[in-house]
């Protein structure tokens, strides 16, 4: 079952959501935001629009391939289905397959799941789309009808227009950015990264200076929230963001370097070292979180 | 320089290839689809994921390698998604929806249904009265581009012809195509206005029924309420149906996010939703039915009687397959 973690801070943490599987472990989903959720909805609208465009020119020049009588037929039922199909079918189409997200939401990497943690069903998908009538196609026929001259016709065409934007506008009034066809469907939108296998930054360590060089002392310096830090700037390899750090640490530990050693070498042997000292003191079941912590 | 590894390095290495056969298999469904795998390429996924899950429970609590585990757990949740995902093949799940799902809906709809017809009969009887007491009323129920003549100031054989004649212009089929698309999506709008509360769907079925009384008091005035009910009933009696029970779709979602019980809103928004959704899809079928009925049926069969057998038909076929009596079935896992 998915459930939220207490409120947060940052607000990637207060998008962060735990979903504990059946085998009972707990995966950590980010929900995808509301920009990404509006870009990936106005990528669809884009395409959608683009092959109605490329509809309705196949099917005029059906028409004039044809001639009007046969072909004319024809070619309006195809437009008329198609734009149907369009409106109605694309969302539930891409969103039933394994990536259960449309061209758009791929793009922005984010997915549809089931808010309960269990399968994605069809009239799920056909319950939070069938609501884009409501969200999108309403507020766009009222956006776009005359509001009349008379006074009261305005007035009726602000409230019709306030009313409309409560739907639109429902997925910034909630933690969850659910729209209204995600609380109907109980679904959610959440992000889908895909990612590489990083190298461990330890690696490089080993091949170069011995990490017991350090003493435990000097290893006891710092704790885990410092050695992701670290990590970090290790994968990012910045040359001035790698001085600034390795004299930072020299000095709190009291490290002389070596005329051979350039910051990289140093740093990483030091991020082996303090990972391993860490680590062991994780197996005796000791998390250091900061070097706060003792 | 063995003794030099660390733990977790030795960990990482000894798995790391079960961990990436994983991705290299979610890599190919998420771009082929489940079928681009190979038989022992199913079976292996599931145990892959297992592996993988009890390699993220481990590196949690024994490795601080922030990038392995921020993989292990992208990667988890990407082959999570694929094995508790939804896999039934489409044939599969149109034979379940056809065979119990959609009826299932339907009759546990009944309740809103029979406030979706009452709401109905109520704005076609309101219709019929005002019109009655005052023929002006006419023209506020039925909009003159859709009464294309047929009012008050028509003679009688002129509507009479509306009846029988094909429509000018366009052939049948474009015309059943236009019904079709056309009333789907007004059906699916009654559905999804139910989320504000009900009360827009109770208009629009108030409204639509409005429509077919105000027809009607005007071809009965003129001595054809016999024609036009079967010009109506040989697509009607789909086509009514079809928008009574969009419009208790409609109803039962709006209802659990007013009155959602002893449940959360959300919960019981999402359970109406699915209940809702099953209906829905049938009434999209139902739709099309009614489109064919009306574009071709209504247009090439003239002869009221063989009009009224076919509307008595249709009602058979819909009341038996709804609410007809069915075999006892075991009670199934999923629910």
Excluded at chain 2, 58 to 80: F, K, M, N, P, Q
Aim: hydrophobic share 50%; glycine share 10%; net charge positive.
């Amino acid at each position: 079952m998915a459930k939220a973690d207490a409120p947060a801070a940052t607000p990637a943490e207060a998008a962060n959501r735990v979903l504990v599987t059946p085998e009972g472990v707990g995966l950590h989903l980010q929900i995808g935001d509301a920009g990404q959720r509006a870009a990936a909805f106005l990528l669809d609208g884009l395409i959608i629009i683009g092959c109605l465009v490329v509809l309705t020119i196949l099917a005029l020049s059906g028409v004039a391939a044809a001639g009007l009588k046969t072909g004319g037929e024809v070619a309006a039922i195809i437009w008329l289905l198609g734009a149907f199909l369009l409106r109605n079918a694309y969302f539930i189409f891409f969103e039933l397959s394994p990536r259960a997200a449309t061209p758009g939401k791929r793009v922005m990497g984010v997915r549809v799941a089931a808010r309960s943690g269990g399968r994605l069903r069809a009239e799920a998908v056909f319950a939070r789309n069938a609501m884009r009538e409501l969200e999108v196609f309403l507020p766009l026929s009222v956006l776009f009808s005359q509001s009349g001259s008379g006074d009261v016709d305005s007035w009726m065409w602000l409230l019709g227009a306030l009313w409309c934007s409560v739907f639109v506008l429902l997925p910034l009034f909630n933690r969850d950015r659910l729209r209204a066809g995600d609380i109907v469907g109980g679904t959610w939108v959440v992000r889908a990264p895909r990612q590489k296998l990083a190298p461990d930054m330890a690696d490089h360590a080993a091949e170069t200076l011995n990490r017991s060089a350090f003493t435990t002392a000097q290893l006891d310096a710092y704790g885990v929230k410092e050695l992701h830090v670290l990590e970090d700037v290790l994968r990012l390899k910045d040359r001035k963001t790698m001085r600034a750090v390795a004299d930072r640490i020299a000095t709190k530990i009291g490290w002389r370097f070596r005329a051979d050693e350039d910051d990289f070498t140093f740093l990483s042997a030091y991020y082996a070292g303090l990972r391993g000292r860490l680590e062991s003191r994780l197996l005796m079941g000791r998390r250091r979180r900061d070097k706060h912590d003792v | 320089m063995a003794e030099l590894r660390l733990k977790s390095q030795r960990f990482r290495e000894e798995r790391e290839n079960d961990w990436r056969r994983l991705e290299s298999l979610m890599d190919k469904v998420e771009r082929r689809g489940a079928r681009s795998l190979t038989d022992e390429e199913i079976l292996a996924v599931p145990v892959l994921y297992r592996a993988t899950l009890s390699g993220l429970s481990v590196a949690r609590a024994t490795s601080l390698d922030r990038g392995l585990i921020d993989y292990l757990e992208t990667l988890s949740s990407r082959a999570y998604f694929f094995v508790y995902g939804a896999r039934s093949t489409l044939p599969e799940r149109l034979g379940s929806f056809l065979a119990r799902d959609w009826p299932n809906a339907v009759r546990s709809l009944w309740r809103e249904t029979l406030a979706s017809v009452l709401l109905m009969a109520l704005g076609a009887v309101v219709a019929a009265f005002l019109i009655h007491s005052n023929p002006e009323w006419y023209y506020s129920f039925i909009p003159a581009e859709l009464a294309s003549g047929r009012d008050y100031t028509a003679s009688t054989e002129s509507l009479r012809a509306t009846l029988y004649d094909a429509p000018k212009g366009g052939g049948l089929s474009v015309f059943a195509t236009f019904l079709f698309t056309h009333n789907a999506q007004v059906a699916i709008l009654a559905f999804a206005l139910g989320f504000a509360f009900c009360l827009p769907t109770a208009v629009l079925v108030v409204q639509n029924g409005a429509m077919l009384g105000a027809m009607l008091t005007l071809f009965i005035s003129r001595g054809l309420g016999f024609e036009l009910g079967g010009w109506l009933a040989i697509h009607g009696v789909t086509e009514l149906f079809a928008i009574v029970l969009a419009g208790a779709a409609g109803f039962r979602i709006g209802w659990a996010v007013a009155f959602p019980g002893d449940r959360s809103r959300l919960d019981a928004a999402a359970e109406a939703g699915r209940t809702a959704a099953t209906a829905m899809a049938g009434v999209v079928i139902m739709l099309l039915f009614a489109g064919l009925l009306e574009g071709f049926g209504r247009q090439l069969i003239t002869n009221d009687f063989a009009r009224y057998g076919i509307a008595a038909a249709t009602a058979l076929v819909w009341g038996l397959y709804f609410y007809g009596p069915r075999r006892k079935e075991a009670p199934l896992g999923e629910s």
